[in-house]
């Protein structure tokens, strides 16, 4: 279908991302065909690439492809959008018997499309030049969608809430007149807004909050502690206020008493508030931070010892790894795929001083896997043939902490062009200082032998890849994932946050959940 109305940019921002695979490929595709125009939009959630096209381009490009043919621009661009069209909307690539698309990446980063078909009984050719796009391109057709949906989400989620609030009170309403329930498998539990607000909050500052309202209770009786804001949900703080990390509160007493309030700031800092302080008149200030306790069960990491197979063929500790190098690891988005070698981006999380606990994984092959009980390991469950390859679709992945003997993993063949596959045949924990996460373009590495994901906390691997696709196509665009040091990536306390608020706690590790906030 041709338009004609309005710029193609402006018709691209009303379109979805289509999925196609094209020369087994997959890929997101935006299109839009005018009259002699089209503008086309490809990615990989790696980069993003575009060709635009007017009458002039579509001519001189028909010519040059096309010696034997002679038609007008619209008899050329005519058949084009017939023949191109189905393939930028989801067919495989091949639209009929004689018409056909291929994809071929270039060197120097663009993508070359190719089609061959048939017009007027002569052979018809054409090539897409598609170019990385412009930053201000990613921004309006995918990266502010992106955050705009996620907006409404958090929107919808109050919404929701308040939702719940009132069908409850109207359900309360309707008991106090005498109505009773005639099934009772329909009873449910009242909504507490309180309780739903403290899901947001740290386990640490949840801790010293519960603490605490025993302490008042304690002290007056008859009197609440009374948390006037806790997670910001408004934007009224400073973007680097710890009500964002759910690290922080606002509390007075339930009678308002100001009297209290120096007693009320001693026993918060009993309690184990780490900072307490009057920010107004009307409220006391208390936040925490997290200490080695709560670090020791965040994220998924592999200890400093544990080593990777440099592009060169030698071995170097994560510990000692950088960002740039490029390390043996998977191009299957289930660890089963060739082994190449994938550029390190980042590190998201890196701590060469605190002490973890690491769950060690020993293998038939004598390979031995050192990682964080949240961190995703790649399996195989039932009978697998030691040394074998593993059959397409077998792999999975589980956190570590739930890996047993008789399971198989992926570990690296002599020659790094292969993955083999290894039983596990003991599980053990032990203690050791340090911990790396570091990050490769295809999500995964071959740590001591063994091919293991890039990501923790959240149970999909696929699901991880795909949210940190926009710090991929940051990378591409800048060669950088933004200034970083020991600590947790920005960008993965980001998803964190995320992740709390829009997944269900059980698709959360619940070692995972307590992160390090720094």
């Given at each position: 279908m041709m338009e004609a109305r309005g710029s193609s940019a402006e018709v691209l921002l009303q379109r979805p991302w289509l999925p196609v695979g094209i020369s087994g490929c997959q890929l997101l595709t935006k299109s839009w065909f005018g009259e002699t125009a089209y503008h086309v939009l490809l990615t990989d959630m790696h980069c993003v690439w575009?060709?635009?096209?007017?009458?002039?381009?579509?001519?001189?490009?028909s010519q040059e492809l096309n010696r034997r043919l002679r038609a007008p621009v619209k008899a050329f661009f005519s058949h084009l959008c017939e023949v191109v069209q189905p393939c930028l909307t989801g067919s495989d690539g091949r639209v009929d018997g004689e018409a056909q698309i291929s994809l071929t990446r270039q060197e120097d980063g663009d993508i070359s499309m190719k089609l061959k078909s048939e017009l007027a009984g002569l052979p018809f050719y054409w090539e897409f030049h598609c170019t990385p796009a412009p930053v201000t391109v990613v921004c309006a057709q995918l990266v502010r969608p992106l955050l705009a949906m996620s907006h409404l989400l958090q929107r919808q989620v109050e919404q929701l809430g308040g939702l719940l609030v009132r069908k409850d009170a109207e359900i309360q309403d309707f008991r106090e007149n005498g109505a009773t329930l005639s099934r009772e498998r329909l009873q449910t539990d009242v909504f507490e807004e309180q309780t739903y607000r403290e899901d947001f909050m740290s386990k640490r500052c949840k801790d010293k909050l519960n603490s605490l309202a025993i302490a008042v209770m304690n002290l007056w009786p008859g009197v609440r502690l009374r948390v006037t804001e806790g997670w910001d949900e408004d934007g009224h703080h400073s973007e680097e206020s710890l009500h964002y990390e759910g690290r922080a509160v606002d509390i007075t007493t339930s009678d308002r008493d100001r009297n209290k309030y120096a007693m009320l700031a001693r026993l918060a800092v009993e309690s184990g508030f780490d900072w307490v302080y009057y920010e107004s008149k009307a409220h006391i200030h208390c936040s925490v931070k997290s200490d080695h306790s709560v670090a020791a069960k965040s994220g998924g990491c592999f200890p400093g010892e544990a080593s990777v197979t440099l592009e060169s063929g030698a071995q170097k500790s994560v510990s000692e790894l950088r960002p740039g190098e490029r390390v043996l690891a998977s191009a299957g988005g289930d660890g089963s795929g060739e082994l190449v070698y994938s550029e390190v981006l980042a590190f998201l999380d890196r701590d060469p001083v605190t002490w973890k606990l690491f769950y060690t994984l020993q293998t038939e092959a004598g390979a031995r896997l050192s990682l964080t009980a949240a961190h995703l390991l790649f399996v195989t469950e039932g009978n697998c043939s030691e040394g074998a390859a593993p059959a397409r679709g077998a792999l999975r992945t589980v956190y570590a902490s739930d890996a047993r003997p008789g399971q198989c993993v992926l570990v690296a063949g002599q020659r790094n062009g292969e993955g083999r596959l290894s039983r596990v045949t003991r599980v053990s924990l032990r203690a050791s200082r340090g911990a790396f996460a570091p990050l490769t373009r295809q999500g995964t590495l071959v740590v001591d032998g063994v091919v293991a994901s890039c990501y923790a906390v959240v149970e999909q691997?696929?699901?991880?890849?795909?949210?940190?696709?926009?710090?991929?196509?940051?990378?591409?665009?800048?060669?950088?994932?933004?200034?970083?040091?020991?600590?947790?990536?920005?960008?993965?306390?980001?998803?964190?946050?995320?992740?709390?608020?829009?997944?269900?706690?059980?698709?959360?590790?619940?070692?995972?959940?307590?992160?390090?906030?720094?």
């Amino acid at each position: 279908m041709m338009e004609a109305r309005g710029s193609s940019a402006e018709v691209l921002l009303q379109r979805p991302w289509l999925p196609v695979g094209i020369s087994g490929c997959q890929l997101l595709t935006k299109s839009w065909f005018g009259e002699t125009a089209y503008h086309v939009l490809l990615t990989d959630m790696h980069c993003v690439w575009e060709e635009r096209m007017d009458a002039a381009s579509i001519q001189q490009r028909s010519q040059e492809l096309n010696r034997r043919l002679r038609a007008p621009v619209k008899a050329f661009f005519s058949h084009l959008c017939e023949v191109v069209q189905p393939c930028l909307t989801g067919s495989d690539g091949r639209v009929d018997g004689e018409a056909q698309i291929s994809l071929t990446r270039q060197e120097d980063g663009d993508i070359s499309m190719k089609l061959k078909s048939e017009l007027a009984g002569l052979p018809f050719y054409w090539e897409f030049h598609c170019t990385p796009a412009p930053v201000t391109v990613v921004c309006a057709q995918l990266v502010r969608p992106l955050l705009a949906m996620s907006h409404l989400l958090q929107r919808q989620v109050e919404q929701l809430g308040g939702l719940l609030v009132r069908k409850d009170a109207e359900i309360q309403d309707f008991r106090e007149n005498g109505a009773t329930l005639s099934r009772e498998r329909l009873q449910t539990d009242v909504f507490e807004e309180q309780t739903y607000r403290e899901d947001f909050m740290s386990k640490r500052c949840k801790d010293k909050l519960n603490s605490l309202a025993i302490a008042v209770m304690n002290l007056w009786p008859g009197v609440r502690l009374r948390v006037t804001e806790g997670w910001d949900e408004d934007g009224h703080h400073s973007e680097e206020s710890l009500h964002y990390e759910g690290r922080a509160v606002d509390i007075t007493t339930s009678d308002r008493d100001r009297n209290k309030y120096a007693m009320l700031a001693r026993l918060a800092v009993e309690s184990g508030f780490d900072w307490v302080y009057y920010e107004s008149k009307a409220h006391i200030h208390c936040s925490v931070k997290s200490d080695h306790s709560v670090a020791a069960k965040s994220g998924g990491c592999f200890p400093g010892e544990a080593s990777v197979t440099l592009e060169s063929g030698a071995q170097k500790s994560v510990s000692e790894l950088r960002p740039g190098e490029r390390v043996l690891a998977s191009a299957g988005g289930d660890g089963s795929g060739e082994l190449v070698y994938s550029e390190v981006l980042a590190f998201l999380d890196r701590d060469p001083v605190t002490w973890k606990l690491f769950y060690t994984l020993q293998t038939e092959a004598g390979a031995r896997l050192s990682l964080t009980a949240a961190h995703l390991l790649f399996v195989t469950e039932g009978n697998c043939s030691e040394g074998a390859a593993p059959a397409r679709g077998a792999l999975r992945t589980v956190y570590a902490s739930d890996a047993r003997p008789g399971q198989c993993v992926l570990v690296a063949g002599q020659r790094n062009g292969e993955g083999r596959l290894s039983r596990v045949t003991r599980v053990s924990l032990r203690a050791s200082r340090g911990a790396f996460a570091p990050l490769t373009r295809q999500g995964t590495l071959v740590v001591d032998g063994v091919v293991a994901s890039c990501y923790a906390v959240v149970e999909q691997h696929s699901l991880a890849h795909w949210a940190f696709s926009p710090l991929r196509l940051i990378h591409s665009w800048t060669g950088s994932t933004g200034s970083h040091g020991d600590g947790i990536h920005w960008y993965s306390q980001l998803l964190h946050w995320l992740g709390r608020m829009l997944l269900d706690s059980g698709r959360l590790h619940p070692l995972g959940v307590a992160q390090e906030a720094r």
